[in-house]
Structures are given as structure tokens and as C-alpha cells.
């Protein structure tokens, strides 16, 4: 079973980002997902924000640059925020992936969202659902073998189900195979697809319950990185919680004049000087295991989605995310 660190690698890998809310009908008698019951205590979001991005890949060796190409996936990044009453939330998804003809059959893509109930500022309860598809390549030569996979009729994939309250853990993940023709931009419903796998004997299923009173505030992934693109230029640290285990994120916040004239002459943004780098790093205490990557926001915006973003998640393969008007987003998540 993956690791937050393998899960999140995936999908922030581009064969990882974010559509509509996840909130559903589970009239059909399988068991809610924390995140549905979450979003089922609020109506239509007050307001949402929404980016699309193309993916690009650069494969190298020894930090040597093989080979490059651009539009090899797309992904998309959704904010929203809720109310109801006195009660308040904020929603944060991400669905990336590949383009199977644009990337040599590779087939891989990601599902992530959270949602964040807050009194104030502060968190009082979170809940999360990943998906995406399972993607073993540990090689450069393990990678080649994955060309042409795209006519495979079944693919594995592992999702997540969890919840965050004060210093409690709870989650559930599943290991199971589904159809292979699901694209990014191609799928069926994802909460179904884990419901399904949750309920089904064949699966393999890994749950967490765990306490700790370090975890007062419950945090998850993409609420710590949102609350790190908010913060003032610096250097910043915070923990987040995700399937039971702790990780450590340590950001730097700084201005980005030369990425900022690109993206101006790309027509991003109106001022390069607006232009601000994230430099993240997190690290799982537990084990040590840590994963850097590159954000780049415009501080002009309210809404913190990134104009770009870049990440490593195989010693070979690096993956960046730039905002693309010509990008659309899947009518189904």
C-alpha cells in the first residue's frame, strides 16, 4: 500500500490536480465518504476559483537532459469556499494526468480533495478522498516499459478515505483494478469508484486510526500548502496529517523578478513584480522521507492557485504545470 509520499507523488506528478466537488448521492446504500458528509452540510459553494494547466516532461540521467516535450498532460486546480449558518469551509481539489496519445501510451492520472471546516481561521475538522492510478516505475528503463500501456484492459489504482479532528486520525485506503481505458479527462465517478473498492472483498484495504495530541489542529496536504502561499515572503514551517502519519513542510516565499517577466510576456500576468516563489520542502518525521518542489503564484490574485509548479517525483523524470488558457477542464470528476 503507498505512502503519503507515493500517493501525493503521483498526483502531484502529473499523473496527479482539480475539478467539481466530490459531494454525491449515496442513495445506492454504500457508505458515505467523510468528505460527502462533510460537504453535504452546505449548499452550493459562495465562491469557487478555477485553473487549468498543461503538463510538460523533461527526462534526464545524472541530471543530464535527455529529452523534453510539452502538452504531454493537463491539469486542473479548484478553490472553493462554503457557508452555512455559522459554519464555514474551504474546498481544495486537484485532478492531473496524462494524455495517452501525447505521451507515448503512458496512461496515468490523479484525483485529490480536501475540505476544511474552520471557526475563524482556524481548523476545527478536515476530510479527504484521493484516487489514482498505480505507477510502479522506479527506473528509467522500468518507465520505457509502460509505453503503449494504454490498451491494457484493467489498471490498478489506489485511493483514500479519510478525516482529521482534533489529535485524531482516521483512514482508510484500498488497493484495487479497475478498467485501463479511464483517462483524466475520460472517468466515471471517482467517489464511486472508491466506494466500490472499499466495499469489495478483493481489495486490499489498510486502515488507520490514530491519536496524538500534537495534532490539535487537524491540517491536511493541500489546506498547508494554501495556507503556505498565503503567507508573507519568508521562510515558514507547519505540519500537516495524512493517513496517520505526520509531515513536516518548510517553505521559502521570496519575489521571482525573471519568472515573473516570462510569465508577463506570456501574458499570465499583468506584472512581473507581482510575481512570487514557493519553495517547498516536506518531510515525513517518521521515516525521514522528504519531497521538494516549485510553486509560482501571482500576489495580485486572492484566491492563492498557482500560475506554475514543478515537481520530481522519479530520479529521472521531472514534471512542471503551467497555466493554459487552451487547457479544458473534464465535465465530470
Not at 1 to 9: D, K, N
Not at 22 to 27: C, F, K, P, T
Not at 37 to 57: G, V
Not at 271 to 278: F, P, S
Request: hydrophobic share 35%; aromatic share 10%; charged share 25%.
Amino acid at each position: 500500500m503507498s505512502t503519503r509520499r507515493e500517493f501525493s507523488s503521483g498526483i502531484l506528478a502529473g499523473i496527479a490536480a482539480s475539478l467539481a466537488p466530490l459531494r454525491r448521492s449515496w442513495a445506492s446504500g454504500t457508505k458515505a465518504l467523510y468528505i460527502e458528509q462533510i460537504l453535504e452540510r452546505f449548499p452550493a459553494p459562495l465562491f469557487e476559483a478555477q485553473s487549468c494547466y498543461r503538463a510538460d516532461i523533461a527526462i534526464q540521467i545524472f541530471r543530464i537532459p535527455l529529452y523534453r516535450k510539452r502538452g504531454v498532460g493537463g491539469a486542473v486546480a479548484h478553490l472553493r469556499q462554503y457557508r452555512s449558518g455559522n459554519q464555514s469551509a474551504v474546498g481544495i481539489s486537484f485532478l492531473a494526468g496524462s494524455n495517452p496519445p501525447q505521451a507515448g501510451g503512458v496512461n496515468r492520472f490523479g484525483y485529490i480533495e480536501e475540505v476544511v471546516l474552520e471557526a475563524g481561521a482556524v481548523p476545527e475538522e478536515a476530510a479527504y478522498f484521493g484516487l489514482m492510478t498505480s505507477s510502479p516505475e522506479s527506473s528509467f528503463e522500468s518507465a520505457r516499459a509502460a509505453l503503449g500501456e494504454s490498451d491494457r484492459e484493467q489498471a490498478s489504482y489506489n485511493g483514500i478515505d479519510g478525516r482529521l479532528r482534533a489529535s485524531r486520525s482516521i483512514s482508510t485506503s484500498a488497493a484495487f483494478t479497475s478498467p485501463g481505458k479511464y483517462t483524466w479527462f475520460g472517468h466515471p465517478s471517482l467517489t464511486g469508484l472508491l466506494k466500490r473498492a472499499l466495499a469489495d472483498e478483493d481489495s486490499k484495504l489498510k486502515e488507520e486510526s490514530r491519536v496524538n495530541p500534537r495534532w490539535a489542529i487537524p491540517i491536511p496536504f493541500l489546506y498547508a500548502i494554501a495556507r503556505a502561499l498565503r503567507q508573507p515572503e519568508g521562510k515558514h514551517r507547519a505540519n500537516y496529517i495524512y493517513h496517520g502519519q505526520e509531515f513536516e513542510l518548510e517553505t521559502v516565499h521570496e519575489p521571482d523578478p525573471k519568472k515573473g517577466a516570462e510569465f508577463q510576456e506570456a501574458g499570465l500576468v499583468q506584472n512581473w513584480a507581482t510575481v512570487l516563489r514557493l519553495e517547498g520542502r516536506s518531510k515525513q518525521l517518521a521515516t525521514n522521507g522528504r519531497t521538494s518542489f516549485t510553486i509560482w503564484q501571482d500576489s495580485s490574485e486572492t484566491n492563492a492557485l498557482p500560475l506554475r509548479f514543478e515537481f520530481q517525483p522519479k530520479p529521472f523524470l521531472k514534471l512542471s504545470f503551467e497555466r493554459d488558457p487552451h487547457v479544458k477542464a473534464s465535465p465530470r470528476a
